[in-house]
């Protein structure tokens, strides 16, 4: 969860400054176009959804590690 509120943070910082340069960088061209809101929301939830599915598909695999190396801990030979 704090992974996912990270992300949210870094979009609402980033995004003001990626609209203003993009705005700045489109200006140099002959056929400009303009800018859409929605652009920025699609990259804020394919980012979002890349760090959910990356931390959902690592955390089962650290649970069964985290397990054998505990019991790894606890047996003394």
Known sequence: ??????????FI???P?????T???LQNFAYTTQLSWWIF??????ALLI?????SCRN?????????LSLQSQIKF
């Open 17 to 21: 400054f990626t609209y203003y340069f």
């Open 13 to 15: 910082i980033a995004t």
């Open 23 to 25: 705005q700045l960088w």
């Open 60 to 68: 089962p695999f650290l649970i069964i590690c985290g397990k054998e």
């Open 1 to 10: 969860m704090a992974i996912a509120i990270s992300v949210c943070l870094a």
């Open 41 to 46: 929301i699609l990259a804020g939830v394919i």
């Open 51 to 55: 760090v959910i599915s990356t931390v």
